[in-house]
């Protein structure tokens, strides 16, 4: 399991000691300036830290690359702020066991208008309604030996762009319903007209990419 965390001290612990029951889990600290790295340690996750922050995206790509050279087949991304249960992790392996390439959540709901956008746009072109949430299973295979072009990210696309990237290689995707539980304190990625505008440029950029960007193999 991957989980990004920026400044996550309040919930990392909850997070960890639950989902360490499935595997391993590699926390990417995020540059946070409390205690996130250490405590994360302390329940048993591996952690990979950021001197600084990178963000999201750069966490994101941290995990899935050091779980691609670890040798794993699949990689399950989960958010720090304990709002989704740990206990989707099984459902998600049981997808990725059978055959599936990409397993994408599905929130109950969504904060953000430009996040309904998203959304009509993600299950327009790619069947995918919710490509912002932050579970999300990957099959390591593909990007093993059809390296998609994983790497560094060019643009925030608040974590979307490995989906965009997977499904132009036309793999098989499937959607699952998850729960949430409300979040203890302020999002990471604040609330207002910025995140709105960044969520939008995020879309163009990932309709730039879906649309114009040949796939080129890369080696990780």
Same mark, same amino acid.
């Given at each position: 399991?991957? !989980?990004?965390?920026?400044?996550?001290?309040?919930?990392?612990? =909850?997070?960890?000691?639950?989902?360490?029951?499935?595997?391993? !889990?590699?926390?990417?600290?995020?540059?946070? !300036?409390?205690?996130?790295?250490?405590?994360?340690?302390?329940?048993?996750?591996?952690?990979?830290?950021?001197?600084?922050?990178? /963000?999201?995206?750069?966490?994101?790509?941290? /995990?899935?690359?050091?779980?691609?050279?670890?040798?794993?087949?699949?990689?399950?991304?989960?958010?720090?702020?304990? *709002?989704?249960?740990?206990?989707?992790?099984?459902?998600?392996?049981?997808?990725?066991?059978?055959?599936?390439?990409?397993?994408?959540?599905?929130?109950?709901?969504? *904060?953000?208008?430009?996040?309904?956008?998203? /959304?009509?746009?993600?299950?327009?072109?790619?069947?995918?309604?919710?490509?912002?949430?932050?579970?999300?299973?990957?099959?390591?295979?593909?990007?093993?030996?059809?390296?998609?072009? #994983?790497? =560094?990210?060019?643009?925030?696309?608040?974590?979307?762009?490995?989906?965009?990237? #997977?499904?132009?290689?036309?793999?098989?995707?499937?959607?699952?319903?998850?729960? #949430?539980?409300?979040?203890?304190?302020?999002?990471?990625?604040?609330?207002?007209?910025?995140?709105?505008?960044?969520?939008? !440029?995020?879309?163009?950029?990932?309709?730039?990419?879906?649309?114009?960007?040949? #796939?080129?193999? =890369?080696?990780?």
């Amino acid at each position: 399991m991957v !989980v990004p965390a920026l400044n996550e001290a309040e919930t990392i612990e =909850r997070v960890v000691s639950k989902l360490v029951n499935f595997g391993e !889990v590699i926390v990417v600290n995020d540059g946070s !300036v409390d205690r996130t790295s250490e405590i994360a340690e302390g329940a048993g996750a591996f952690v990979i830290n950021h001197g600084t922050r990178l /963000g999201y995206n750069e966490a994101i790509w941290t /995990g899935l690359v050091y779980s691609v050279r670890r040798g794993y087949k699949w990689a399950i991304t989960i958010d720090a702020d304990n *709002q989704f249960a740990p206990s989707l992790i099984e459902m998600f392996a049981k997808k990725l066991s059978r055959d599936v390439d990409l397993v994408v959540g599905i929130r109950p709901y969504k *904060q953000r208008i430009s996040e309904h956008v998203f /959304g009509f746009f993600g299950s327009l072109l790619w069947s995918v309604p919710d490509p912002l949430c932050g579970v999300k299973g990957y099959n390591l295979d593909i990007l093993r030996s059809k390296v998609f072009g #994983m790497r =560094r990210f060019s643009f925030d696309s608040i974590g979307v762009e490995p989906l965009v990237r #997977m499904i132009k290689l036309r793999v098989t995707v499937v959607n699952v319903s998850v729960t #949430m539980s409300k979040r203890i304190d302020k999002p990471r990625f604040g609330s207002g007209v910025v995140p709105n505008c960044k969520i939008i !440029v995020a879309l163009i950029y990932c309709l730039f990419l879906y649309w114009f960007v040949p #796939m080129k193999k =890369r080696d990780l």
